[in-house]
């Protein structure tokens, strides 16, 4: 069963800067990536990244946020800037073994193992 441990949540205010890491221990699958679900909305996701370094983002995270991939650390992060109080959320962690997954837009339902979420709260 694989592990995903999210870290790096908490609060920020709007314009500033956080960054969320998430570990996968022995995960050999294609996909991984973040999401997050703000209250009363559906998970929704924000970015995922392949083995092979293909990207998808969200349209409203374009230009603020990077994912990136370390293997070798078994070790994805988000790097998120400029954020808004829209960005509000628990943010987690998801991995998928389709290798259509990041092709297909990273699709929540696709997702087969999930971190416990960290929480990302901006607010002045």
């Known amino acids: 069963q694989l592990q995903l441990a999210e870290s790096g949540g908490g609060l920020v205010q709007p314009g500033g800067s956080l960054r969320l890491s998430c570990t996968f221990p022995?995960?050999?699958?294609?996909?991984i990536g973040w999401f997050r679900q703000a209250p009363g909305k559906e998970r929704e996701v924000i970015s995922c990244?392949?083995?092979?370094?293909?990207?998808h983002y969200a349209d409203s995270v374009k230009g603020r946020f990077t994912i990136s991939r370390d293997d070798a650390r078994n070790t994805v992060t988000l790097q998120m800037n400029s954020l808004k109080p829209e960005d509000t959320a628990i943010y987690y962690c998801?991995?998928?073994?389709?290798?259509?997954?990041?092709?297909?837009?990273?699709?929540?339902?696709?997702?087969?193992?999930w971190g416990q979420g960290a929480q990302v709260t901006v607010s002045s």
């Open positions: 998801g991995a998928s073994s389709s290798g259509t997954f990041v092709l297909d837009r990273c699709p929540v339902r696709r997702v087969s193992s």
């Open positions: 990244r392949s083995r092979g370094g293909r990207t």
């Open positions: 022995g995960w050999t699958g294609d996909a």
